[in-house]
């Protein structure tokens, strides 16, 4: 089982003495390390696969650690494994334990737009930004295991003490609903951990080693779920890279690094340096860069790739300017070097910058996909079908049933809606329980009833049914008797009714190859959709250029990278430097710089849009502490100021001068 792996690598998989921190450089093998350290469990040390769990932060990781566990147990000794994200493993945690928490077992898990929706119904304020900023807030302070009590202590500005005002109902609003919110996933089977000594044993009996991928990731409430479910015995192995932590924004804490050291004395700290996927040039400029942040762990990423093509950095007159150097060099490396579309990326900082690179590719006839745009399931033609689920789940569900029972319109309208929802708000029950009760008669004219006792046993069929056939008949059903494509037809566009209703159609024939593959029915399925990011279409290879912020570039590698808008204000990003986090934008730096095998080419404008105005731009003080030349290492440690920076890019810009020809090569 050890062939081909470095010694550091079997030291990871052999360990099992206690807690285990494998610090794993980019491209270093650590989904080997991890698939490998499952086997070994397995095969050589006794453990049953049903009492492992491999935690990662993606559907997408998780599906392709699966797989490759799969293949090296053989003879589906994987099937009793628990191998998903957090918050699958929370929703588990829950659905079983929920007479714990107040809740029964068929919750509903809210997305972000319903959220929204009830924060604002509990302000009493239709603007929607303002409802997303506190619920921003609300989320954060679940993450930190902040209760609404402490909460009101500690709001220190506007934002957060409206913020703080609105948790409680919040709270309150989303039980009624016997609903949770993603952050719920997390909070709550850590509540419960921590609360019932026999549900964490019972727990920590069910998983006895956990293995977590991407840990610099996890936020305090994830870290806490972490210690609770591993208990005393630390029996975990957590493989992460404080380089690459680049999500303090969204709630990760990269000091959970450290306080793995100080909770864990007997911590055993294995490190990855060996780098499977760049040259020595890329990886060169890398340690160089984040060599200049403050280290919890050294590290120093090597390579036996030999030294490969030199790094380039380009400057643009405009963004426009850039976007066409960018497509002519790809069109042009493509030509002279017979690769594929699909060798090549284009990462930024941020979304906006991807529009003007779409136009220049597809001028050039260059096939792109974009990443990090629209989930498949926030459009509306999805969330109306998801609502009509969302019910059959869970009946208590009033944004589901408001959603389900007017798209498409059956005769019920605001007024019936208004009628309903005060006698049900005096009755204390749901909107469907309401629809059913002797009392509602007096509120609703005897047409309106009629509409919503129709829609009621329409439901109360599905629901029936449910349980009992194959998703996919139930699917077909519900469209056909609901008149979904018609009504499409009617409230659209024709081009645009009919792309609608193509999604429609994947989602159905997704959803019903879903359920015959994992042995599950509607029910079940619809309990944990609002955890799927992105519709799964397999492994269908697309040949087009990939475009993609550097966030949503982690876990990516290309042949050839283009590193594009690198200047100051941008990388590092203008917010970043008025707050002061410039070490968290340098290792996105560090990121993009690793995504590349081959060639990596850098470039960055000279002037920019800013409204009305034109702003000069200056090149990234990131592309000077690359190091001089670009891979050659420097000798001191300090972070380089701006002019050195800039005295640097000239010399490169120098030493690259006539040395023209497309970047790199195969």
Known sequence: MSLGLNAPQREAIHYLNGPCLVLAGAGSGKTRVITQKIAY??????????NIAAITFTNKAAKEMQERVGGLLGGGRAKGLTVCTFHALGVRIVRQEAKHCGLKPQFSILDTSDITQIISDVVGDTDK??????????????????????????ANDDIAGAAAKVYPDYERTLRAYQAVDFDDLISLPVRLLGEHEEVRERWQRRLRYLLIDEYQDTNRAQYTLLRLLSGERGAFTAVGDDDQAIYAWRGADVENLRLLQTDYPSLRVIKLEQNYRSSGRILGAANTLIGNNEKLFEKKLWSEH???????????????????????????????????????AILYRGNHQAR????????????????????????????????????????????????????????????????????????????????????????????????????????????????????????EDLLRDTHYEAWLMTADNTREAESKWKNVRDFVEWLSRKGEQDGKNLIELTQTINLISMLDKGDEEFDGVQLATLHASKGLEFKHVFLVGVEEGMLPHQSALDEGNLEEERRLMYVGITRAQRS???????????????????ASRFIGEMGEGIATARKDDAPVSQDEGKARLANIKAMLAGKGGPPGGD
């Open 356 to 475: 003007l690179f779409e136009q220049q590719l597809r001028n050039h006839k260059i096939p792109y996909v974009i990443s990090g745009g629209q989930s498949f399931f926030d459009r509306s033609e999805i969330r109306d079908l998801i609502s009509y689920l969302r019910l059959l789940l869970n009946p208590d569900d009033d944004l589901a049933f408001i959603r389900a029972i007017t798209t498409p319109r059956r005769g019920v309208g605001p007024s019936t809606i208004e009628a309903l929802g005060n006698y049900a708000g005096k009755r204390h029950v749901g909107l469907f329980e309401a629809a059913f009760e002797e009392g509602v008669g007096q509120h609703l004219k005897e047409r309106q009833l009629e509409a919503v006792r129709d829609f009621g046993n329409f439901i109360n069929q599905l629901t029936f049914r449910a349980e009992r056939e194959p998703a996919g008949r139930i699917l």
């Open 129 to 154: 930004a303002y409802a997303r900023s506190l619920q921003w807030q609300i989320s954060s302070w679940k993450n930190a295991m902040i209760t609404p009590e402490e909460a009101v202590k500690i």
């Open 600 to 618: 990596l080419t850098i470039t960055w404008c000279e002037r920019r849009k800013a409204g009305a105005d034109v702003r000069v731009c200056e």
């Open 41 to 50: 469990l397995a095969d050589e040390c006794g453990y049953s696969p049903t």
């Open 306 to 344: 030999g030294p490969g093509e030199p790094i380039r950095v380009a400057s643009a007159r405009d963004p426009e300017n850039e976007a066409q150097l960018v497509a002519m060099r790809i069109q042009a490396h493509k030509f002279e070097f017979r690769t594929k579309f699909s060798d090549y």
